[in-house]
């Protein structure tokens, strides 16, 4: 059950050993996939602010790094249905604070630089930070 899937993230999380960048997007990955099933935004939202929360490494500024794997999952999403369910979680976690408009505009300029490349392969890249970007 859900019970289940908390405590596995905090088991995961093992206190005290601080997150890499590649721990924050495999938790990020892991939360949006466990939403994209179960649809339980109060959930998400929480394992952001364990995200938050958690010691971190030198190599983790700041929470950049969940919304660059929030753009990487809408990205792949199979569907138009999920990105945009991706997207409107993601524009949650800004609007509710979770997440910094700063570390939103960080981990975006990343993909804003390479979008040319990224279209080729993902034709509704352009429009999906197009929404991200606006709102």
Request: some cysteine; hydrophobic content about 45%.
């Amino acid at each position: 059950g859900k019970r289940g899937f908390a405590a596995a993230a905090a088991a995961a999380a093992k206190p005290g050993k601080p997150l890499t960048a590649e721990d924050v997007a495999n938790k990020t990955k892991s939360l949006l996939r466990e939403y994209l099933s179960v649809g339980d935004r109060k959930e998400a939202d929480l394992c952001v602010k364990e995200i938050r929360d958690a010691p971190k490494g030198s190599d983790v500024k700041d929470l950049s790094g969940v919304v660059t794997a929030a753009v990487d999952e809408m990205f792949a999403a199979q569907t138009d249905k999920e990105s945009a369910k991706l997207l409107d979680v993601l524009l949650g976690f800004i609007k509710d604070g979770l997440i910094t408009p700063a570390e939103a505009t960080d981990a975006l300029q990343t993909f804003t630089a390479a979008i040319g490349d990224i279209a080729l392969d993902v034709p509704k890249a352009p429009q999906l930070l197009g929404q991200l970007f606006g709102a």
